[in-house]
């Protein structure tokens, strides 16, 4: 009877551990600055250029650098510094995955890259798009890999700062980029909208 009886309160407790599902997460890019957080969606259409931000964010590769070039209205720009020589010291370039449903519109992130005549990417580099037009004239020539869902006020203030000559910040913006891992009910929380 102690053997059955036995049997059964493992039964009974294994059943009550596997009820308990864990919800689903996303990962989601986010980046903490001296104005503010960012977060923003990877999406599943660009496999190559999501995988590469989760890659270098989780290895911290962008928390020495800064947003490099700021010019409002178009973009503000980090990763590597916006010269030929900056591309050439990418980690890795990435074939291009453009896709018609994602577009240059406010908010949305990018990936850099040279006049290479393949449209290959920089590893490295990234941009979010400030101009609450979009960008059209950029589709199908850069690779939009993400879109920002909270935080649209740090994009507001970054993109206005004061720049020298060559659109780079007058201040220095520090970059610390991660990936966090957000639910459903997260997301909706911040202000994602399925």
């Known amino acids: 009877m102690?053997?059955?009886?036995?049997?059964?309160?493992?039964?009974?407790?294994?059943?009550c551990g596997h009820s308990k599902k864990e919800a689903k997460t996303y990962p989601v890019g986010q980046i903490i600055t001296s104005k503010g957080e960012m977060l923003f969606w990877l999406y599943d259409e660009t496999p190559l250029h999501k995988a590469s931000f989760i890659k270098l964010a989780n290895g911290h590769y962008w928390d020495s650098l800064t947003f490099n070039?700021?010019?409002?209205?178009?973009?503000?720009?980090?990763?590597?510094?916006?010269t030929p020589e900056g591309f050439s010291d990418s980690p890795y370039l990435l074939w291009p995955e453009f896709n018609d449903?994602?577009?240059?519109?406010?908010?949305?992130?990018g990936a850099g890259r040279d006049d290479n005549p393949e449209k290959l990417s920089a590893g490295c580099q990234f941009y979010i798009v400030h101009n609450k037009e979009g960008i059209p004239r950029l589709d199908g020539n850069y690779v939009i890999f993400g879109q920002?869902?909270?935080?649209?006020?740090?994009?507001?203030?970054?993109?206005?700062?004061?720049?020298?000559?060559?659109?780079?910040?007058?201040?220095?913006?520090?970059?610390?980029?991660?990936?966090?891992?957000?639910?459903?009910?997260?997301?909706?929380?911040?202000?994602?909208?399925?």
Do not use: M
Not at 101 to 109: C, E, I, P
């Open 2 to 15: 102690n053997r059955l009886l036995a049997v059964g309160l493992f039964l009974i407790a294994a059943s």
């Open 69 to 82: 070039r700021v010019i409002r209205n178009f973009v503000i720009q980090g990763g590597c510094p916006d």
């Open 101 to 109: 449903s994602l577009k240059h519109v406010y908010g949305a992130v």
């Open 148 to 194: 920002v869902f909270k935080g649209l006020e740090v994009l507001e203030a970054i993109a206005t700062v004061t720049t020298d000559s060559l659109d780079a910040p007058l201040t220095a913006i520090p970059l610390d980029v991660n990936i966090v891992l957000l639910t459903a009910a997260e997301l909706e929380e911040y202000g994602y909208a399925w």
